[in-house]
T-cell receptor, first 110, second 111 residues
């Protein structure tokens, strides 16, 4: 069974520090990887996607992919209280389907 | 106006009742999905549709049915609601299966 695993947290990070969120996946054939942010009671919103090994940066966010280790991570620099949310990792396993992790709850402490 | 609109936002219903959740989108996407979200379990796929004539079961379709009335409309029905169908339900669209765009969700409680 294809799986995506995340630590449920909560992960508590001081304001201004770097938050590091991790995700592992089981399907070696996975081609694309996504990070969504979900505020409590709200719908998920896409913040980053990555297709190739290495790093991809967008503002304060960096996605890192290591296909050999089946590992994808999200770094948030200069963390702000508004970054407090649950972060969902999703993996495209073909046929335009995503498998979703259960999410990591991030708390940024002022 | 929201690109993906779900109605109702909240619903309380009794066990055994039939209920329909509706979704409409203005993004022009062919692909539409219904997910449920339970605490600690992430998003689980109920049904998905790649066009009006293409409906597919997801991992947890038992007890649910769908109708794709038009490219822009995709509704989810619970034929006979049971308490363990209490959850947050999301409709989503996608552009070629890459980026997903979600509605605001329907919080359903079955008592």
């Amino acid at each position: 069974q294809k799986e995506v695993e995340q630590n449920s947290g909560p992960l508590s990070v001081p304001e201004g520090a770097i938050a590091s969120l991790n995700c592992t996946y089981s399907d070696r054939g996975s081609q694309s990887f996504f990070w969504y942010r979900q505020y409590s009671g709200k719908s998920p919103e896409l913040i980053m996607f990555i297709y190739s090994n290495g790093d991809k940066e967008d503002g304060r966010f960096t996605a890192q992919l290591n296909k050999a280790s089946q590992y994808v991570s999200l770094l948030i620099r200069d963390s702000q209280p508004s970054d407090s949310a649950t972060y969902l990792c999703a993996v495209n396993v073909g046929n335009y389907q995503l498998i979703w992790g259960a999410g990591t709850k991030l708390i940024i402490k002022p | 106006d929201a690109d993906v609109t779900q109605t109702p936002r909240n619903r309380i219903t009794k066990t055994g009742k039939r209920i329909m959740l509706e979704c409409s989108q203005t993004k022009g996407h062919d692909r539409m999905y219904w997910y449920r979200q339970d605490p600690g379990l992430g998003l689980r796929l109920i049904y998905y549709s790649f066009d009006v004539k293409d409906i597919n079961k997801g991992e947890i379709s038992d007890g649910y049915s769908v109708s794709r009335q038009a490219q822009a409309k995709f509704s989810l029905s619970l034929e006979s609601a049971i308490p363990n169908q209490t959850a947050l339900y999301f409709c989503a669209t996608s552009d070629l299966g890459r980026r997903f765009f979600f509605g605001s969700g329907t919080r359903l409680t079955v008592v």
